[in-house]
């Protein structure tokens, strides 16, 4: 594969000017979904009836005048989403029959933005891993080399915008799971500040840490698909009333004097040879383009993953709790511990989690005070081969779990928005990613950063 | 306090049982154990961090979707 995939962009740009049929766009990406299963799994269902039928909408919409911010753009959600009529599987045995009776908050806003909704994809079973390998569904296989893992959660998301099959997907992030498989398949992934994006008619890990975000190819499809995505929501509490800012707008904004906050404690002291190399060629041309690096020393991270852990194992366990006490052995043999263990968890630490979350939350807004955004990578390591259980780094073998994790997930406790960014290759082609973290609802400053990088780098554009 | 001591699988299983009604296969119980004692040794800084008089970061209205 090599010819390169349009943007959200181009193609919404050719169907609003009738240059192309949405039809037309729908068909050739349903094409491309179906010749790529067989060997990389993206999808747990394709659903070319109704991707038909949303293209019939939009060229309709268009006969009639109408200019659509996502007009004909294909589009497809990580199987935890509701699509009414289709189950959402959850990626598990124990939900495969659960029929959505109407669509996801997030699924509408992109479907009457014009959007043509291509199917559900693969996940990490219930969310709660991070590589892809998937019992019920087949295992996601990265898209640059299926002998390894594509990432998760949200694998199938990462997977179908690397190979080209949709400019945009959606994907959940608890601890990493849009970050660290965009990072694993050479996409651009965005975490937005927690409420940022309404959750509602997607299933829960942790109703407190779960965050609704674009995997697209550029950062400037990441903005637009934002824009849409973002706003308050009566269905969900915690979506935020605050002005939606207009992304794609801000964009263009030069980076000079841009505050770059590196921290090598935790962040960089052990890292694969490849991706600190890579990730401090992508610092060195952030400062080509005027922007300044600020030493900086989050605080309290051992006890944000402590935290992290004390919250998310009850959280899940609560709600999957009766489906455990039924169905036990439906669940996955490395998810049925994770769900179990999280019953015997003491309230007194999921409280105690609660509420160091606002200390945590108070110090490091003062190390952001001093900074714009955080700069990391996104992962120590590059996509490992199915079945691997430690990554091998400096200072010896480390499990994965806290490998591809401990990076993202403290921005998870907090909330903070951060989007991994294709940054460069390994020696062995695996695609590598660094992550930008900012302020809360700080999204305008990550996203302008990630483009800026961007425009001077072709990392984003390569494909498989 | 004490240090602690390794959750068994004879714990988690009688815990199953005896606070959830749910009994628990022994590979079960065995796999719960081991993850409950790695979580515990991940959770020991926090369990140290001086809380004061925080309260937790919560989410509840009384009036529903009115924050």
Not at chain 1, 119 to 142: I, M, Q, S, V, W
Not at chain 1, 306 to 316: L, S, T
Not at chain 1, 388 to 411: C, E, H, I, M
Not at chain 1, 419 to 428: D, H, Q, R, Y
Request: neutral net charge; glycine residues 8%; aromatic residues 6%.
């Amino acid at each position: 594969m090599s010819a390169a995939a349009p943007t959200c962009l181009e193609i919404a740009a050719d169907v609003n000017s009738r240059k192309r049929s949405a039809r037309e766009v729908a068909d050739a990406a349903l094409a491309r979904a179906e010749k790529f299963q067989d060997q990389y799994r993206a999808f747990i269902k394709i659903t070319p009836e109704i991707a038909r039928r949303h293209a019939a909408r939009v060229d309709e919409r268009i006969k009639k005048g109408e200019k659509l911010p996502l007009a004909g753009v294909p589009f497809a959600v990580k199987d935890l989403f509701d699509l009414e009529g289709v189950a959402t599987t959850y990626g598990a045995k124990v939900f495969a029959d659960r029929i959505a009776k109407s669509d996801a908050t997030v699924v509408k806003k992109l479907v009457d933005a014009g959007g043509v909704c291509l199917g559900k994809l693969n996940l990490h079973e219930c969310a709660f891993g991070f590589t892809g390998e998937n019992p019920t569904f087949g295992d996601a296989r990265n898209p640059w080399d299926p002998a390894r893992i594509a990432g998760g959660s949200s694998s199938g998301s990462a997977i179908a915008v690397a190979l080209g099959i949709c400019p945009l997907t959606l994907g959940s992030d608890t601890g990493g799971s849009i970050r660290q498989p965009s990072a694993l398949c050479g996409v651009t992934g965005l975490k937005p500040t927690y409420g940022r994006v309404s959750r509602a008619g997607g299933l829960p890990l942790s109703w407190t840490m779960d965050h609704v975000g674009p995997i697209t190819r550029t950062a400037a499809d990441a903005a637009l698909a934002l824009k849409i995505l973002a706003g308050p929501d009566p269905a969900d509490e915690t979506a935020s009333r605050r002005l939606v800012p207009d992304y794609p707008a801000e964009l263009s904004a030069r980076i000079r004097g841009l505050r770059i906050g590196v921290m090598h404690r935790w962040f960089f002291e052990a890292l694969d040879a490849d991706v600190a190399a890579a990730v401090s060629q992508g610092l060195e041309k952030l400062f080509s383009l005027g922007a300044r690096q600020v030493e900086v020393n989050l605080p309290l991270l051992e006890e944000a993953l402590g935290a992290h852990r004390a919250i998310i194992f009850p959280e899940a366990s609560a709600f999957h709790r009766p489906f455990l006490a039924e169905r036990s052995a439906d669940y996955a043999d490395d998810i049925r511990p994770l769900l179990l263990a999280g019953l015997f968890m003491p309230a007194v630490d999921y409280l105690g989690a609660l509420r160091a979350r606002r200390i945590i939350r108070r110090e490091w807004a003062k190390v952001f005070e001093n900074i714009d955004v955080l700069l990391t990578p996104t992962t120590p390591v590059t996509a490992t081969k199915f079945g691997q259980q430690t990554a091998d780094l400096p200072g010896g073998a480390k499990p994965l779990v806290r490998a591809y994790l401990d990076l993202t997930l403290p921005f998870n406790l907090t909330g903070y928005p951060a989007i991994s960014n294709p940054c460069g290759f390994s020696k062995s082609g695996l695609p590598i990613g660094m992550q930008l973290v900012g302020r809360p609802f700080s999204e305008s400053t990550v996203l302008r950063v990630a483009h800026q990088y961007q425009q001077e780098t072709e990392w984003h554009a390569r494909f498989p | 306090m004490l240090d602690l001591q390794p959750v068994t699988s004879e714990t988690v299983t009688s815990m199953a049982v005896q606070m959830l009604g749910m009994p628990m296969s022994q590979a079960n119980a065995g796999a719960t154990a081991a993850l409950l004692n790695g979580l515990a040794a991940d959770m020991q800084a926090l369990r140290k961090l001086p809380l004061g008089d925080e309260e937790p970061a919560t989410t509840y209205a009384a009036v529903e979707g009115q924050p």
